[in-house]
């Protein structure tokens, strides 16, 4: 570190004013004060384009990815960076990645007996309102967590219905599978409804609904 730099360390990370610390080293304050007030070179300005891009990558991975990944994204995008440059810089920032964690299923299995399996496997339908399939999908917001609902028809592989909520329960995949039977015209007979076993699914509520 220069002379300078340490001076101007002290005061950012000690808070001792720039003018005592040159007393103490015996440096004249506008040598001083030049030197920080002077242009930065194109090396520090390209070190600066560096840490901003660094720092955007980290951000957009809500602080997963490490060094080899950011270092990939940056060569893809033209910069010429080693693996350990960007290491070395993250350190610089304070910016150390968090194990990404596994999304935890939401399927929770239900009291009741679930209904018996008519698909086997078979994900395909000869025709439209033979066969639909649910599922519910948890997604990260800043406000919480929110839970999305779908109802497609196997066939066309068309979205007939869906919800959301804060919660994920019975009320709103019956929401999702009213949704999908307004679409079809409000009656729809024989449609044969595949799901998992969660206890959204698997719940009095939500069987009663697709008998009617």
Request: with cysteine; aromatic share 8%; hydrophobic share 40%.
């Amino acid at each position: 570190m220069s002379v300078a730099a340490f001076i101007a360390s002290q005061k950012t990370e000690h808070d001792v004013p720039h003018a005592l610390t040159c007393r103490v080293l015996g440096v004249s304050q506008a040598w001083f004060y030049k030197w920080r007030d002077r242009a930065p070179t194109a090396r520090r300005q390209r070190q600066d384009r560096l840490d901003e891009a660094i720092a955007a990558r980290f951000t957009a991975s809500t602080g997963t990815y490490g060094s080899p990944r950011i270092a990939r994204d940056l060569h893809q995008d033209g910069w010429r960076v080693s693996v350990n440059t960007v290491a070395a810089r993250m350190a610089e920032l304070g910016l150390v990645a968090r194990e990404r964690r596994k999304p935890r299923g939401l399927t929770r299995s239900g009291k009741r007996a679930a209904s018996p399996d008519l698909v086997r496997r078979q994900f395909t339908a000869i025709a439209p309102d033979v066969l639909w399939c649910g599922d519910v999908t948890e997604i990260p917001t800043g406000e919480g967590k929110l839970y999305l609902a779908t109802v497609e028809d196997l066939f066309s592989r068309r979205m007939l219905g869906y919800a959301m909520s804060a919660h994920h329960d019975a009320a709103l995949t019956i929401a999702a599978l009213q949704m999908a039977a307004v679409t079809r015209g409000g009656t729809v007979d024989g449609v044969i409804f595949h799901s998992d076993r969660g206890s959204e699914y698997t719940a009095a509520r939500f069987q009663g609904a697709c008998r009617h």
